[in-house]
């Protein structure tokens, strides 16, 4: 680390050199080129949320490294768009011998807090609490090859989503599927539909939150390589049943935001929409869809293989090592001793259901 120095900035103060150095670090790091890691999310971020910070790493004066966080209160740190980010970690030259204390301490923090951390993080792993599967669809071959895989592995849910789709169609007169929908009003739909879902199972709506809202819009309208939004529709007789928004780059479509009108819910048309994702994301030349860690029978019906990530914090010894430690470390342990239990998490999620339908007056 002697030859190695680190300047923190905000991420709009990265030059044009620092981010295709970034970009390009990313590309031969030889991980899925998850769009949440690319320089574009961290920039939309920081436009919602001024805390952004990025450590840029040299050696010899050239960018080696790129480490994004969200700096808080007493030195106390996050990952880049905690909460709402699905995949998250520093973007080092391959063979960098640097720990997460030596980083934590070039950007002036105790600890540095992840819910989603990327496989293949050596910098962080150790310091992970629990690991979790992100279920992916590999759609490499071609559409074709993932049906037949489906009609292996889950034929009865194969069979009836394709009848459903049919009969939906003969109902309404047909159905109409658009990948990349520009259209802000079908977003808004879509936004709509989600809060009112959240609500409804008792959790926290993520779009009451301005800054998730404005970030969501804003990467809408984002249009680069390695960092694209992606919103599709499925259309009933000229009208949205069921809608994604997620991010894509070249390779992958990382799956964040689906819901569906709840009218529509006898058709299934949440998971008509994900095969019809799969379909056109394959003729985009997309190889996988990260559907995201969390446990959700459709993902278990969809998926070809997982991806893992992890939850925890990294560091630092000292006094506010030790705050941090006080105010998230407890209920961390208490929210994955339920989540373990599958009797324990099912009574939570009544519970989640109950506190829903008592705020909409059921």
């Not at 981010?19 to 080129?33: I, K, Q, V, Y």
């Not at 998850?34 to 952004?52: C, Q």
């Not at 008792?202 to 939004?229: K, M, N």
Request: a positive charge.
């Amino acid at each position: 680390m002697s030859a190695v120095r680190t300047h923190v900035v905000r991420p709009g103060e990265l030059d044009q050199r620092e981010t295709e150095a970034w970009r390009e670090l990313r590309a031969t790091s030889g991980a899925p080129a998850n769009p949440f890691m690319e320089p574009e999310f961290t920039l939309a971020v920081a436009r919602v949320r001024p805390a952004a910070r990025v450590a840029v790493l040299r050696e010899a004066g050239e960018p080696v490294g790129f480490f994004p966080y969200e700096k808080g209160p007493l030195g106390h740190g996050r990952a880049i768009g905690l909460g709402v980010s699905d995949c998250q970690g520093a973007v080092l030259r391959a063979g960098l011998d640097i720990g997460a204390r030596d980083l934590l301490r070039g950007c002036g923090l105790a600890a540095w807090e992840f819910d989603n951390l990327e496989g293949g993080q050596r910098a962080f792993l150790a310091d992970a609490a629990e690991e979790s599967a992100s279920p992916v669809i590999d759609v490499a071959e071609g559409y074709a090859a993932y049906e037949a895989v489906l009609r292996a592995q889950s034929p009865k849910f194969l069979k009836t989503t394709l009848a459903k789709e049919r009969r939906l169609a003969r109902q309404a007169g047909g159905t109409r599927f658009v990948f990349d929908e520009r259209d802000p009003a079908a977003l808004r739909t879509l936004m709509a539909w989600k809060s009112a879902q959240y609500r409804r199972t008792g959790r926290r709506d993520r779009f009451a939150r301005e800054w998730i809202s404005t970030l969501v819009h804003g990467l809408h309208t984002t249009r680069t390589p390695g960092c694209s939004g992606v919103l599709s529709v499925l259309y009933v007789a000229g009208r949205p049943v069921a809608a994604h928004f997620g991010l894509r780059s070249r390779t992958v479509l990382s799956c964040w935001f689906p819901a569906y009108d709840p009218a529509y819910a006898k058709f299934s048309p949440g998971l008509i929409l994900h095969l019809r994702m799969a379909e056109a994301a394959a003729a985009a030349g997309i190889g996988m869809l990260d559907l995201g860690r969390g446990a959700a029978e459709y993902k278990d019906a969809l998926k070809t293989g997982e991806l893992r990530v992890y939850e925890g914090s990294s560091v630092r010894p000292g006094l506010r090592a030790g705050l941090y430690w006080l105010s998230r470390e407890p209920g961390r342990r208490a929210h994955r001793y339920v989540r373990n239990r599958p009797r324990l998490a099912g009574y939570a999620q009544q519970t989640l259901n109950r506190v829903g339908r008592l705020r909409h007056g059921r």
